[in-house]
């Protein structure tokens, strides 16, 4: 059997249309096919069940079967999948308690799947101009797709440039958020006003679930541009300061949160912190500095982790003052971690919630060439930043938040009073 062929026709010297026909893309479409009208009529059969006991005036079943509404599609990763929807009939339609059945798996908007409105704004920021959107997906969509015109496209654009505004004004006075990491990426891709830097923030909220807490332009990480950052923030009802906040080095953050939440504990990050200390020590010792270094932030206690700190300083000062000076200066924010729930040490030992997701934006602007405007630019890292957001996990050990919240004290990660009576057992 033939899987593939494939057409090239030649309509001018400037234009090759490729038309492609593959037998295993059609089986999977129609295989998605047959799986979603079950899917659907499952649904219906479920929603008439569970009314089956509701009755009309006169006695008659309230909820029937009524044929099927016109067909319609959806684009997929695979292409366009056909749908047609059952319909049910509420016989009391015409009173106040009327009820319109709608299937979850395929509401009345649907256009595109998710993931598909995921790869629009990924593109555009690789640089694909609106023109250019159905070319590039017909392999894929095939050559008859919508929703993927040139006009479609700048709407969406103007869509998504509007989502982002909204969200950027939303009320935080609702929500706490215990923990946060912050860091400043530099994307490749030139911003207009010389903005070149783009300010992030992602938290945890008191339930354990990480959220896209702010994203903002800025004058590389400048303090000014996170006190902007942080007070507009502030303005839309974040009043309460995190209890701990996660960065790199970058001076403009930390001068920025201690002036705006004194209170909020600062964290470096471990894995900024061993670039830096590696940059300034000749590779062929890379491997033991490695060591050393996983030796202080991976002690089971505090006293572990500073006898661990005193051997690396004792042992690279002499030779290489530059790498433990810079590990030096941050020795208390590096270890802050240990007054805080064991559970949350590998949350809060790094800023690899931030570093994660935007390695997927730096791999998509590291090559595009276009100058993309601020709001152009901020929009897209935005939709992509949202689009990860949906498979983030939860804090692990998020049930212990209320108590940091409520100030409990942790020594080595566990609290006060166990670890007080740990150290009775132990003493006995």
């Not at 499952?42 to 009755?55: K, N």
């Not at 000014?224 to 995190?242: E, N, V």
Request: proline share 4%; glycine share 6%; with cysteine.
């Amino acid at each position: 059997m033939r899987t593939k062929d494939t057409i090239i026709a030649f309509n001018k010297p400037e234009e090759i249309t490729v038309a492609i026909t593959d037998t295993i893309t059609e089986l999977a479409r129609e295989g998605a096919r047959q799986m979603l009208a079950r899917a659907i009529e499952d649904e219906v059969a479920q929603f008439l069940e569970l009314r089956r006991s509701e009755l009309t005036e006169n006695g008659s079943q309230r909820f029937v079967r009524n044929g099927h509404l016109p067909e319609r599609a959806v684009q997929t990763g695979i292409g366009d999948i056909q749908i047609q929807q059952p319909r049910v009939r509420d016989r009391n339609a015409d009173k106040s308690d009327g009820l319109h059945f709608t299937p979850s798996i395929f509401p009345p908007y649907i256009r595109r799947t998710k993931s598909l409105d995921a790869l629009l704004p990924v593109l555009y920021l690789r640089g694909i101009s609106t023109g250019d959107f159905k070319a590039a997906l017909a392999p894929m969509l095939g050559e008859d797709a919508k929703n993927v015109s040139p006009n479609v496209i700048s709407r969406l654009k103007a869509a998504w440039e509007e989502e982002y505004h909204s969200w950027n004004k939303r009320d935080l006075s609702k929500e706490r958020y215990v923990y946060w990491w912050a860091d400043g990426i530099y994307l490749q891709a030139r911003m207009e006003d010389g903005k070149d830097c783009v300010l992030v923030v992602i938290a945890v909220t008191d339930r354990g679930e990480k959220r896209l807490l702010a994203i903002e332009d800025g004058y590389r990480e400048s303090k000014d541009s996170w006190q902007t950052l942080i007070r507009s923030l502030k303005q839309r009802g974040l009043t309460q300061a995190p209890k701990v906040a996660v960065g790199d080095g970058a001076l403009g953050f930390w001068a920025a949160i201690s002036e705006e939440f004194p209170q909020t504990r600062h964290q470096r990050c471990w894995v900024h912190k061993t670039c830096n200390v590696l940059d300034k020590m000749p590779k062929s010792l890379h491997g033991q500095a490695k060591e050393g270094i996983h030796e202080i932030w991976m002690a089971a206690t505090r006293e572990a982790a500073e006898k661990a700190f005193d051997v690396f300083i004792n042992k690279f000062s002499a030779k290489y003052p530059k790498a433990t000076e810079c590990l030096k200066k941050d020795r208390a924010e590096l270890l802050t971690f240990y007054d805080f729930p064991a559970e949350h040490w590998k949350s809060l030992r790094t800023s690899n919630p931030i570093e994660s997701t935007f390695s997927t934006v730096r791999h998509r602007t590291r090559r595009s060439r276009g100058c993309f405007s601020r709001k152009t630019i901020l929009t897209m890292v935005f939709k992509i930043c949202q689009s990860s957001q949906e498979r983030w996990n939860r804090i692990h050990g998020f049930n212990l938040l209320a108590e940091v919240i409520r100030g409990v004290k942790f020594v080595d990660g566990i609290r006060e009073t166990l670890h007080q009576a740990t150290d009775q057992t132990v003493a006995a």
